[in-house]
Structure formats: C-alpha cells, structure tokens
C-alpha cells in the first residue's frame, strides 16, 4: 500500500504510519534498523536495494531527497508498508526550502526507537560521514566512491575525514576477492611474495583499496597495472599476481561470474566460481556487520597519507600583500572596498558569492562601510551569503557576539533595503538554540558543507569562500584559533568547539584550518600599535600553533590591511 501526503509534517507521517499498520495488522517489533538513504539522483536502484536487503535485515527505510533550491518551503512525503515495501517499511521525504536545515529533527521523529541507525550515500558521498547531519547520528555510515563524479578523489576526501564506523562500497566488492587471494596465499611453501601486482580499471577505487590492501598486509609494494588490451572491458579488479620464490600465483577475472586461478606448477588454471556482486547484495552485507570496519580504516589511511602539520592547509599559495592606511577607520574603508569589487567580480562568474565576516572594532567597522561599498561596486545583495569565521557562544543578543555588533549596520540594512534573503544570513548557534557546544558547533560545519563547501574544504586548490574577513588579536590568534590551544588540532570537521578560551568568553564556535584555507581572498583587519608585534611574527613564516595568523592565505591573494600603527614593526 502507497500513501501521498502534500505538505506535511513529520508527526503527521509518523501518525499515517501507524494508521496503515493497523490497517494491515502489522507492527515495528520485527524491525531491527533503520536505514536512511541520502538520495541525489534516482532512488529507485537504491529502494529495489533496500527492499531486497530488508528480507534478511526488517528495516524502516528513510529516504530523504531534499532540494534547498526550491523557491517555496515545504515536505511531501510517500508512504509504503505492504508488499510495495518488502519485509519493511518505508517513507520517502521530499524536503524543499529551508526544511534542508533541520533534517536531523525531520528524521528523528521517524526513527525505530532503539534500534541501530545506517546511513547510506548511493552518490555525492560527504568526505566527512560523520560530520554530516544525518551521519553524525548513525553507528554505520555507507558511502560510494566509485560512483562519484571524481571517485579517487572522494576517497581521499574520505580518508581525511574518516571515523570509526565508516564503509565504503568500492571496499565492499573487494569481499570475495580479499578471502580469494588469502586462500591463494596459504598455498604452501607460503612465503612472502617478492612483488606484488594489481592488474584494473584506471581510477577506480576499489583497484586501489586491494592495493593498498595487499601492501598494508603482506608489508610489499603493490604496483598498479593497466589490464591487458585484450581483455574483457571489467571495471573494477581485472587480477591479482603475488610473486615468489617458488612461482607465481596469479587471479584472473575472465567473466562477469568466474576467477581463472593459476598457482606455481600448475598453469592449467581452475576456474572458481566469483560473481560480481549486486547493490542488493553490498546492501546486505554492510547490514550484516554494523560492528566497525577497522581494517577499512587501516587501508584507506595506507593508501593516502593525512595531513599532520596544519601549516600544510596554508602552503603553496601567494606571498601575502600590505595595503598601510592611516587609522582603524581606513581601515574599514579600504578592506571593504577590496571586498566589494572581489564580489562583485565574483558574482560575474558564479551566480552566488560567499563572504566570512569577523568581529573586533575593526571588523564591526568594516561590516558597517560594507553597504555602501556594495551599492558603489553594483553587488546584488540578493546573492550574497553571509557566514562568520568564530562566534562567542554565549546569548543570542549579548553585545559579545561578532552577529549583534553588525546587526543594525549591515545585516539589517542589507535585507530590509538591498533584499538579502533572510536565509542567506547564516548565523552560529547560541545556547538558546537548544544545543551543546559541541552540537552548535557541527551544526554549524554541516551548513557550511550542505551549501557547497564540503569538497572545497577537504580539497587543496579549491575555494568555497569568496571573500575572508579576519582580525587579528595582539596574540596573533584568528577566528577563536589561539596560539597553542588545542582546538587548532581538530581539522576533520568544518566547525569546532573552543572550550578555555584564553580570551573571555570561555566557550566558542570556529571554523578550521582547512575551512579558513578555502578562500579565494583573505583580508587580515588589523589596527593599534599593541598588535604590531603580532603583525610581525606572523610575516616570519607560517606557524600556526604559535602564530595562527601566519596560516590562513587565500588562493588567488591575502593582504593584510593595516593601520600606520599596526605596520610599524612590520618588516615591510
């Protein structure tokens, strides 16, 4: 059975639910998960997928296709229990507007109580799982890399952001091959090969999971080949040849079903039965196992190396420029006059432009010479989205937020005289918002990462933001980055919560490293002779830990914009 419901809500769906259960004598007792599948394209591979899993895992099945472009706001829901949906149930949530931002308490209100949660990315998988919205409350988390539009390069995202709990498809269809080639390696004498070789398909992820896979384990250098031309056209793994003193053992996909086995001394071959898997049955096994995958995680992390010195976010880009003013208010002046013409030639490119604002005198002076300075350079406010770089989380309308100080200057204006869409105000989480620090603060990176900035962020050469705003404090720290402290560390997620503040309030929200380092052009506000010896260090290299102001640079210019008095000990 298949119900519609027009714009509806979830308790409403919840109630429908539980009306045609009845209506069909059936119940929630024999259901053991809930699977929520983040769907990007067509959901109907990923549903036959899911029914077909949910004859050997009983699931409520949350289908969640949401589009943050739709003009109205809104959630239609399609509801099917019965045959139409296997040995589950499932609903499927078309969230349109601004809905996309509380998908997490859309979905909660649908979740079986008590049971564990997987969520599954068909396509578009986020590189952090789980900082995603949805993904931060799953114990699994299930992604595919190989159908990405940049499947190695998603992996490597993947990498970056990985956490326990995390899976990924390309790893999955290795199963059979993995248990394959270990049975092949017990073959006596068993040695350890002198070479190892991967024969596939060019850019496929799963060929260098089983590299990296064979490398991590037997501790020899697996090369990867390109198949023979005359081969069948398989994606994926074409072969496997482990070298050794004896001979060579070699696997050789000859069909969509079956292996060709050669071992040393025999090279006749046998042939083993190995069908490619379907979705189904990947779905399947990661619903089998919802324990972490370690061994995942040790392959994924052999086959890219991390990013340890946070320095690396800011290296290889432009030497940073001074611009010297005379006072604060010049200051204001120039860098918003800088930011104005860099949005507007941005908004000639792209059909939206994304400016990070910053707090301090400096800061709250440029916000308010910043509507001007748009009208001036012909910036449609309309396409404007304005973010923070750190807030203090302490009350909504405490003079102490970076939010309130721009309020009546610019933000008002900007919406009330120039049509700034309210929803494009993308303010940070107070504690009257109902969360943790901590949860503000994820809240915070999975709008940054839902909007656009996901790949940028945990890609080197890629931009999200078009302009950063920053001030300096006589520390040298940036946004709530102090020299030091160990927030700076946590670089995984978009946002991060700063506990022991050196400088009062002691709680805050930051964006990271890589976030700040995702810019096309940073601007560094500084004024006052107290922060000219912080100017300084910061031009002496790049030190993040002690000097977090030298770390952030943009891809096509940083300038720090002085007065005469900041620049006076500057060595330029």
């Not at 986020?126 to 409350?137: A, E, T």
């Not at 993947?158 to 073959?187: I, K, N, P, Q």
């Not at 990947?282 to 995942?296: A, N, S």
């Amino acid at each position: 059975m298949i119900t519609t419901l027009t714009d509806t809500t979830a308790s409403a769906v919840d109630k429908t639910m539980t009306e045609m259960r009845e209506t069909f004598g059936e119940n929630t007792i024999g259901r053991v998960l809930t699977l929520i599948i983040i769907a990007t394209g067509d959901i109907e591979e990923p549903l036959e997928a899911a029914i077909a899993a949910s004859h050997e895992h009983p699931a409520r099945v949350l289908v969640v296709d949401a589009d943050p472009e739709a003009e109205t706001s809104g959630l239609d829901a399609e509801i099917r229990v019965g045959r139409d949906a296997g040995a589950g149930e499932i609903v499927i949530l078309h969230a349109r507007g601004d809905v996309l931002w509380s998908l997490d308490t859309l979905v909660m209100a649908l979740l079986l109580p008590d049971a564990p949660i997987v969520t599954w990315w068909p396509e578009n998988a986020p590189s952090s799982p789980v900082h995603d919205v949805l993904g931060s409350m799953s114990q699994r988390r299930i992604t595919d890399s190989a159908a990405c539009a940049d499947p190695l390069g998603t992996l490597k995202r993947l990498r970056r952001g990985y956490a326990s709990g995390d899976s990924d498809f390309a790893w999955a269809r290795l199963t059979r091959w993995r248990g394959l080639v270990a049975s092949a390696y017990e073959v006596p004498p068993v040695s350890v090969p002198s070479s190892v070789e991967v024969l596939g398909t060019e850019g496929n992820p799963s060929v260098l999971l089983m590299a990296s896979w064979l490398q991590h384990t037997l501790g020899v250098e697996a090369s990867i080949l390109p198949p023979p031309s005359d081969d069948p056209d398989f994606a994926g793994v074409h072969g496997v040849r482990l070298v050794r003193e004896d001979g060579t053992i070699e696997l050789t996909r000859v069909s969509d079903d079956s292996i060709v086995m050669k071992l040393p001394g025999d090279d006749s071959g046998q042939h083993v039965t190995m069908p490619r898997r379907t979705l189904a049955e990947l779905v399947t096994e990661e619903l089998r196992r919802l324990d972490p995958d370690e061994v995942y995680g040790e392959v994924l992390g052999a086959a890219f190396s991390g990013i340890s010195d946070t320095a690396t976010f800011a290296s290889g880009k432009p030497a940073p420029q001074d611009v010297v003013v005379a006072d604060a208010e010049a200051v204001a002046q120039a860098a918003a006059t800088a930011t104005a013409e860099q949005l507007a030639a941005a908004l000639e490119k792209r059909p939206v432009a994304h400016l990070v604002l910053t707090g301090g005198t400096v800061g709250t002076l440029t916000a308010a010479a910043l509507p001007a300075a748009l009208e001036e350079a012909g910036v449609e406010a309309a396409r404007l989205h304005l973010w923070w770089g750190d807030e203090r989380f302490v009350e909504p309308d405490s003079e102490e937020r970076n939010e309130v100080g721009v309020r009546a200057s610019l933000l008002d204006v900007l919406r009330e005289e120039h049509g700034l869409p309210a929803r494009n105000v993308h303010v940070m989480p107070s504690p009257a918002d109902g969360m943790s620090l901590e949860d503000a603060a994820a809240w915070y990176g999975q709008q940054l990462d839902q909007t656009g900035g996901d790949e940028p962020f945990r890609t080197r050469g890629q931009a999200f933001f078009d302009v950063l705003l920053l001030g300096v404090g006589p520390d040298g720290h940036i946004a709530s980055l102090f020299p030091q402290h160990p927030a700076q560390e946590k670089v995984l997620g978009s946002a991060v919560a700063v506990t022991g503040s050196p400088k009062p309030p002691s709680q805050r929200i930051s964006l990271t490293w890589p976030v700040l380092n995702s810019a096309r052009h940073v601007a560094l506000l500084v004024a006052g002779a107290e922060k000219a010896e912080a100017v300084r260090a910061a031009r002496d290299g790049v030190d993040p830990w002690e000097v977090p102001a030298s770390a952030v640079r943009g891809l096509e210019s940083t300038t720090w914009v002085l007065d005469e008095a900041a620049a006076g000990r500057s060595a330029r």
